[in-house]
């Protein structure tokens, strides 16, 4: 919608059969109007033009003359909205809303990290830990099945859930007594309902469409209805294992290149400095990188953010424990190196395996230790060192840079 210097009012002209062809080559309509622009000399012209992907959610358009502020007319659109509904689910998650935080806590007080400290392997180590603290909720949030029938819905207060509950009490007592005042009164109750819950959307659009980028307000229109709608069932298409081998394939290095450039730095000199090692890390300064995280992802672990943080003054010394182990040893836990790979399409309608990309799902203390490590400065990439070789004797073999 908006002015597009180009008088349709003549089809014939070299500017109208480009503009025409550039819109129908992308599947668009033009809404009728009548001259939008009114010129003092010379005839009026149709510039302003309204293009919709459908023209049967359309449900009214025209133009309103402005004379006071424009030789423009003002043009306007009534769009019909239908928000897509989802499928239901039927979903496995831990039931904290009647956790009891106390007996909790309590209970986690209680557990026996002897077995946990004795173990000679940070695999040993985190396993034991995975298995209390999943005991642990299985007791006081254990994991149950429900059906989500739809997505909460972001508009509702507790005015419209009060108006629903007044609704619903007048339609069971008009069942109760099918009298002409009970029906007059659920009527009512109805009427207000609904214009509540009208109010309250109406409200909801605006606020996320005013003041917002636009890469935020087309996210939001999109769970309206509005915009191309992505192919996500491309499961039909593509098989997951051409996926999975596509993202497990790598390029690699050449090995007559890697061992050329590990020869060439294993001949350097060594710079005088001690060897590299990882420092201790203190409760404090674990618990503030956990509470800094706040991805609640789910990994491989089953282990969520709530899950930790709920009990993290109980839990905190233990995780400490496997963090400095994790440090002193050089090992990485490996169940905090596997993670849930989701693909996710780069284009719309995906239909070969490279358009995708891979996204990492990982454990949660998986990147608390990742935190610990790169929040300390303690562990520096690889280019880094690379940048130092060559800042410190200026030069690289010419085999570095050569590209597999």
């Keep these: 919608m908006g002015d597009f210097n180009t008088d349709l009012l003549v089809p014939l002209s070299t500017r109208s059969r480009k503009l025409l062809d550039l819109v129908e080559s992308v599947s668009l309509h033009i809404l009728p109007l009548q001259a939008t622009h009114h010129n003092i000399e010379g005839e009026d012209t149709w510039l302003d033009l309204i293009l919709t992907s459908n023209p049967d959610l359309v449900?009214?358009?025209?133009?309103?003359?402005?004379?006071?502020?424009?030789?423009?007319?003002?043009?306007?659109?009534?769009y019909v909205l239908?928000?897509?509904?989802?499928?239901?689910?039927?979903?496995?998650?831990?039931?904290?809303?009647?956790?009891?935080?106390?007996?909790?806590?309590?209970?986690?007080?209680?557990?026996?990290?002897?077995?946990?400290?004795?173990?000679?392997?940070?695999?040993?180590?985190?396993?034991?830990?995975?298995?209390?603290l999943q005991a642990l909720y299985d007791t006081h949030a254990p994991v149950r099945k429900f059906k989500l029938k739809r997505p909460p819905a972001p508009w509702m207060t507790s005015e419209v859930r009060m108006a629903?509950?007044?609704?619903?009490?007048?339609?069971?007592?008009?069942?109760?007594?099918?009298?002409?005042?009970?029906?007059?009164?659920?009527?009512?109750?109805r009427n207000r309902c609904n214009q509540m819950v009208r109010n309250a959307k109406r409200r909801h659009i605006l606020e996320n469409i005013t003041s917002a980028s636009s890469a935020n307000i087309w996210k939001f229109l999109k769970?309206?209805?509005?915009?191309?709608?992505?192919?996500?069932?491309?499961?039909?298409?593509?098989?997951?294992?051409?996926?999975?081998?596509?993202?497990?394939?790598?390029?690699?290095?050449?090995?007559?290149?890697?061992?050329?450039?590990?020869?060439?730095?294993?001949?350097?000199?060594?710079?005088?400095?001690?060897?590299?090692?990882?420092?201790?890390?203190?409760?404090?300064?674990?618990?503030?990188?956990?509470?800094?995280?706040?991805?609640?992802?789910?990994?491989?672990?089953?282990?969520?953010?709530?899950?930790?943080?709920?009990?993290?003054?109980?839990?905190?010394?233990?995780?400490?424990?496997?963090?400095?182990?994790?440090?002193?040893?050089?090992?990485?836990?490996?169940?905090?190196?596997?993670?849930?790979?989701?693909p996710l399409p780069k284009i719309l309608n995906p239909n070969l395996v490279t358009h995708f990309r891979p996204i990492s799902i990982l454990p949660f203390l998986s990147k608390v230790l990742e935190a610990c490590a790169q929040t300390t400065v303690q562990l520096y990439s690889f280019t880094t060192f690379v940048e130092y070789i060559a800042v410190r004797f200026q030069t690289l073999p010419q085999h570095y840079y050569r590209t597999p």
């Design 59 to 78: 449900h009214s358009h025209g133009q309103v003359p402005a004379p006071g502020f424009s030789h423009h007319d003002l043009i306007y659109l009534s």
């Design 82 to 132: 239908k928000p897509p509904k989802s499928k239901p689910k039927v979903l496995r998650v831990r039931c904290f809303g009647r956790m009891d935080g106390r007996r909790l806590c309590e209970d986690a007080a209680k557990i026996s990290w002897d077995e946990l400290t004795t173990a000679t392997s940070i695999d040993d180590k985190v396993t034991i830990f995975n298995a209390q």
């Design 164 to 189: 629903m509950k007044r609704r619903d009490r007048a339609l069971a007592k008009f069942r109760r007594r099918r009298t002409e005042e009970n029906w007059t009164s659920f009527k009512v109750a």
């Design 223 to 342: 769970t309206l209805g509005i915009g191309s709608e992505k192919n996500k069932d491309f499961q039909g298409t593509i098989a997951l294992d051409d996926l999975n081998r596509h993202f497990s394939a790598s390029a690699g290095i050449d090995h007559h290149v890697k061992s050329l450039t590990i020869e060439f730095i294993a001949g350097l000199p060594k710079p005088d400095i001690d060897p590299f090692q990882f420092s201790p890390m203190t409760s404090d300064d674990i618990s503030k990188i956990i509470l800094s995280i706040r991805s609640n992802a789910i990994g491989y672990d089953k282990i969520t953010r709530r899950m930790i943080t709920t009990a993290l003054d109980h839990l905190i010394l233990t995780i400490t424990h496997i963090i400095n182990f994790s440090f002193s040893t050089n090992m990485f836990p490996s169940q905090w190196r596997k993670a849930y790979v989701i």
